[in-house]
């Protein structure tokens, strides 16, 4: 588990050596409009990485909670391996986790913890993930859990950890000089600053979101969650955030590094949201894996329209809040929208 440590002398010279390596990327490098076709992530030559495809893996376990309301890890561990391997085709977890990372690979576990502990990803769904990662070879020191705030990944039940070895815990605002690039770049339609751990720590990128709606966008799963990685989400919010969610995940930084999504669905929420209103949740008892986010996120919209139809609520579009992004997201060739299309795989 994530141990707490007072920030040092040795920390803050550790995270400036290392935010200098990246130095000749600048953020002057990229500044334009950016429509990255997906689905290739991979700009370095690795073609022995596992390529995107549309497929959407949905595993759930009614027996994940404990009577105590407790999380049964080793549970959760099985189901996110046991979805890796059908997401890859792979014949071990191993071979899975190792088919979409590599040992030198940087990765960022970006968290959604804007909700507080209850409605953000949970520690029994992270760390998982972390030993995924050390099945790829990867070095505790080269896997990176962030936010946009130490404060939020403490609220959420993460300890910071600030330390030169050792997986890194901190939020965006750890970095030196406030953590943000000092030059914006076009992200389609607006111009943003972002987080130093995308442009220049990370060589690859984890998206854990949560399953939950949202009061603008209509539903805040994986490409929303990237609005956690810029300056100024506000910016990004009007006409239900739409076409602002899709541009923001055409840019390099974005398209070109996240390799996976882990969706933490054990508990979701299907109204009221981004907040967390304990009264509109429901335990959905389960994690949603992919690497296409356009497919993933309408798959998440149809369970979330499924339990607003169940509870008699109006869809988000008689709600005035339809997650169009997504729509707009395939069109810029970010993945995958129609549900016929998706090769949804449940277990």
């Known amino acids: 588990m994530i141990s707490f440590m007072k920030i040092n002398k040795e920390r803050r010279i550790f995270l400036k050596k290392t935010l200098s390596i990246g130095s000749s990327v600048c953020a002057s490098t990229f500044i334009g409009r950016h429509l990255v076709k997906y689905p290739s992530p991979i700009t370095r030559g690795e073609d022995n990485l596992a ?3 549309s497929t959407v893996i949905l595993a759930r376990d009614d027996a994940v909670y404990e009577g105590t309301g407790k999380i049964k890890e080793t549970l959760v561990s099985r189901l996110l391996h046991n979805a890796l391997m059908k997401l890859t085709n792979a014949t071990s977890p191993e071979k899975a986790w190792q088919s979409l990372f590599l040992p030198n690979d940087i ?3 970006k968290l959604n913890c804007l909700s507080g502990k209850t409605m953000s990803p949970h520690v029994e769904v992270v760390e998982p993930i972390i030993q995924g990662l050390k099945l790829a070879g990867i070095k505790d020191r080269n896997i990176i859990i962030f936010e946009r705030f130490n404060r939020e990944l403490e609220t959420a039940g993460f300890r910071v ?8 815990c901190f939020g ?22 972002f987080s130093k751990i995308v442009s220049r720590l990370c060589t690859a990128i984890i998206n854990v979101p949560v399953l939950k709606d949202h009061d603008l966008a209509g539903l805040s799963v994986a490409m929303k969650n990237l609005f956690g990685v810029i300056h100024n989400p506000n910016k990004y919010h009007g ?3 739409d076409p602002f969610i899709a541009e923001l995940n055409t840019h390099p930084y974005i398209a070109n590094k996240v390799r996976l999504i882990v969706c933490d669905a054990l508990l979701a929420q299907y109204h009221g949201g981004p907040g967390y209103k304990p009264q509109w949740t429901w335990n959905f008892n389960g994690i949603i894996v992919g690497r296409d ?10 369970i979330i329209e499924e339990k607003r139809k169940e509870i008699k609520l109006p869809s988000l579009k008689q709600a005035n809040r339809e997650p169009k992004y ?8 970010l993945g995958v929208d129609e549900p016929s299309e998706i090769n949804l795989i449940r277990i």
Do not use: F, K, W
């Open 172 to 193: 965006t605002d750890e970095l030196p000089g406030g953590g943000y690039e000092a030059e914006p770049q076009l992200a389609g339609s607006v111009g943003t600053c």
């Open 51 to 53: 390529r995107i495809t």
């Open 239 to 241: 006409n239900n955030c």
């Open 107 to 109: 990765v960022g576990i």
């Open 293 to 302: 986010p356009v497919a993933l996120d309408r798959i998440c919209h149809a």
């Open 161 to 168: 950890r600030r330390m030169t070895e050792g997986v890194q």
């Open 326 to 333: 997504i729509s707009t997201a395939a069109m810029l060739g």
